[in-house]
């Protein structure tokens, strides 16, 4: 088996960069994850510096990652844009076609990071809200989306099982938020 860990960005401000407190939680998720042979984040600075302030290195970046530019990005924010649970986000992939498109692009990207590792290998991917959403359902399409409950706030994510074919278990990590 293979697993690979999607995360959300930290806490950022409304021009983009990870904050103070986005800084101290992702050091708080960081030192309770990994060790990762592969840690790959967006090209968006506010990845590269969770998986900085999580404590790991950042192997690699993918814009497939990213937040989509253009028409694209702009339909499918519309398509997923009131989606707040991973069974709202599996109604938009259905009759999506942005949202089908952005799905399908996770999934191709995170199998192939799958396929990358060693037996029992670990990877970290560092994304963006929506994208681990939408990634998640594609991989494992006949789930119980109802089950996974809420969207992914900062720093929490999925972690996927891959038998080294296909993703055959999830699990969704929350993350405890502290006052």
Known sequence: MRY????RHSIRNDAGQITP???????RVGHDIGPFNRVITST????IDTATAMGFKVDAQDERLGIPRGTLGSQFGDEIGWARTF???????????AAAYIAQLQKDMWQAVAMSLPENGRGLLITHS?????GAVACLPNADYKAWGPYCSY?????????????????ILRVERQA
């Open 4 to 7: 690979i860990e999607v995360r």
């Open 21 to 27: 407190a986005g800084i101290e939680l992702a050091r």
């Open 44 to 47: 968006i600075a506010r990845t």
């Open 87 to 97: 069974a709202d986000f599996a109604w938009a992939i259905e009759r999506g076609e």
């Open 130 to 134: 929506g994208n681990t959403e939408a």
């Open 155 to 171: 720093c929490e994510g999925v972690r996927l099982q891959f038998d080294g074919e296909k993703f055959t278990a999830i699990e």
